[in-house]
């Protein structure tokens, strides 16, 4: 006769194995962190409502007259794009009332990624005069920044606004303006909509997205058209392409490292520099080209990755 208790034993296997075929079988989504993703996602012209809210949230001194229309100024994703091995992408706009923003992906730090946030929010704002044109058309310049690492590490709070202020704290100006989202100190208890977002750009998996799209309309509808992205094929591929791109980025700045060091050249030395970026990012480049074609990748894929000749490549085979 069978034990008393092995009927319950059996039925917990039972149990265990669905929930590990669930989660083997997790779907995964394309992730608003891959700035080709972000991009592919808010320039559509589909998701303007989408982009519209986002931007409500983010940027809490909009108001509903600035957001009845947004131009976007660079909608579309070239090839360069993808392959860019500087992590720069970004997406500017200019709302109904005239302020230029500028959105800004950045999921690692970059030594002189503040300076760089500055430079292009600078640039917006000169770039509305002509000569002879009256100051008082100047609109602001604002810059959205959303980060995956910390950027201030003295801080804690997931958005902070910075502006220009005097010794007494009172504002200067904010013709200039920058709007941080720091996505590693996202709240648990998402109490705002900009929190939202935040989830939304976090959610890696479609179970996670679905809880997220219970939580709001907004997220209902955001979450339902990052669905229809995600089953694109064209687009998962750009997704794909972009990731091994910063891959290949990563693997070559990591072979310029090693060869500086094994040939003793002072980091941030003029001579090191030219040397280790010459030899260093060559050789990275081959390096991948190599794991790539290990891989099975074809050789147009493996050229739009790493940039090199396809006649070098073919001599790797």
Do not use: C
Request: charged fraction near 30%; hydrophobic fraction near 40%.
């Amino acid at each position: 006769m069978m034990p008393k208790d092995s009927t319950t034993s059996k039925n917990e296997v039972i149990k265990m194995t669905i929930i590990v075929k669930e989660i083997e079988q997790e779907k995964e989504i394309l992730s608003l962190t891959n700035d080709v993703v972000f991009k592919l996602f808010f320039a559509n012209e589909a998701n303007e409502e989408q982009l519209r809210q986002f931007l409500k949230a983010t940027i809490p001194h909009l108001t509903e007259d600035d957001l009845t229309s947004i131009h976007i100024k660079n909608p579309t994703i070239t090839k360069a794009d993808i392959s860019q091995k500087d992590f720069i992408l970004d997406m500017r706009l200019v709302d109904a009332t005239g302020h230029y923003i500028n959105i800004e992906l950045q999921m690692k730090n970059h030594p002189h990624f503040i300076e760089r946030v500055v430079t292009y929010n600078a640039g917006n704002l000169v770039g509305q005069l002509k000569r002879g044109d009256d100051y008082t058309k100047l609109k602001a310049s604002i810059s959205v920044v959303i980060t995956d690492f910390k950027l201030f590490s003295d801080e804690e709070a997931y958005y902070e606004y910075i502006t220009y202020r005097r010794e007494n704290g009172k504002v200067f100006t904010d013709i200039q303006q920058y709007h941080i989202i720091d996505l590693t100190k996202l709240p648990q208890r998402l109490a705002e909509a900009s929190h939202l977002w935040g989830a939304l750009f976090k959610a890696k998996t479609e179970e996670e997205l679905r809880l997220l799209m219970a939580k709001s309309e907004e997220m209902a509808q955001a979450g339902k058209k990052l669905l229809k992205l995600s089953e694109e094929e064209q687009a998962r591929e750009i997704a794909r392409a972009r990731e091994e791109s910063q891959w290949a980025y990563n693997m070559t700045m990591n072979a310029y490292k090693e060869l500086a060091q094994k040939e003793g050249l002072e980091e941030g030395l003029k001579e090191g520099i030219e040397q280790g970026l010459e030899k260093g990012i060559e050789q990275g480049k081959i390096e991948v080209a190599k794991k790539l074609l290990a891989r099975g990748d074809s050789i147009e894929e493996i050229k739009l990755i790493t940039d090199l000749a396809e006649q070098e490549i073919k001599n790797l085979e």
